[in-house]
């Protein structure tokens, strides 16, 4: 007799939730919201109380003062006598005497209400101040985490991805917004670091093709013996390679720049603004645009190499982008209301208003396609754009009026 095996049985299920495991009593975690109410429910307790026994004490004082109506029997005529109530002497009858008496209370009572009212009013001034001072403090004392938030948070937009705000204390509100933001931070750190090690990676597998390219090409074309349209391709192809290398460039400068300047130190964009004249001036020459404008010290804190980058594109755009003949570029530099200013105006075509901003998209030119172009491959200003943000500054430009434009960069001093 043969018996049949038992089915296996289903593996337990796991007891373990990846969750945060809920209290037991919700409703009793202590809360920014029951923790302000028992704050502020306590601190109208005791401020009535206050109030309470302060008027109280106030009124047993005025009821004494009030009823202290003395008399004085005087002569053997038993007439009254009073000192709060002087009518007493001249009464002449007992129904005089109890209206004089009834009066003098009235006005008694009277002057004690006056009196209780006005303490009341002092001692009611000196707890809202009180009130107000304790108040003010113990919000403080509530929010100061906020401002350990805020803090973190402004640290962390000077591109310090490493800071934590690694909240202590009780489990509320404020506690629960740090650990996310703190979980949000190290995972923009990832991102960020994951970032640098692809623009590193591609900056290597990038180049190095390009750079073979470039060789066989120029080997190429040193051959004396090769036939003209051979060369002509090759020239060709050399040109393509060219531009690839710079749009390759263009694209890994535009990614580091992006980010804010860690390192900085003085730079003076006088002399950025010389050095990338300098390396423009052979264009301009064989242009026939004249470079002029009188360029002051202006001292900023940033990277040199980024700067002249800006320099260097807006300087190279105002000569290409010009007109035929007479053609002038004017580049300036100055400090403004404690601001160092870049100033690139030059001669060409009337640019419309509503084109500026489209100058600055990637691969955008006025009136041109992506391709097709030898003016360069359309990443100039939108990293000039890009290293201003990083140093904390911005850039504008404007239409001159008879063509040309006037490029403005303002970084802080």
Known sequence: MTTTPAPPKAPPKPTWDPRKPEPPFPWLRPTIRIRLTLLYGGMFLIAGILLLSIIYLLAAQALRQGSGVSFQVTGTDLKLYSETCPQLSGARSNEEVNAILKECTAIQQQHALDGLLSRSLLALLGLAVIAF????????????????ITRTARAVAGSDLSRRIELDGPDDEFKELADTFDDML???QRAFTAQQRFVGNASHELRTPLAINRTLLEVHLSDPGAPVELQQLGKTLLATNERSEQLVEGLLLLARSDNQIVERKPVDLAE????????????AEAKGVMIRGKRAAAVVQGSGVLLERIALNLVQNAVRYNVAEDGWVEVTTEVQHGQAVLVVSNTGPVVPAYEIDNLFEPFRRLRTERTGSDKGVGLGLSIARSVARAHGGHIAAEPREGGGLVMRVTLPV
């Open 272 to 283: 950025v603004a010389s050095q990338a004249i300098d390396q423009v001036r052979g264009e």
């Open 133 to 148: 001072a304790f108040g003010y403090a113990m919000a403080g004392r509530v929010l100061s985490p906020l401002g350990r």
């Open 186 to 188: 190290e995972r923009l």
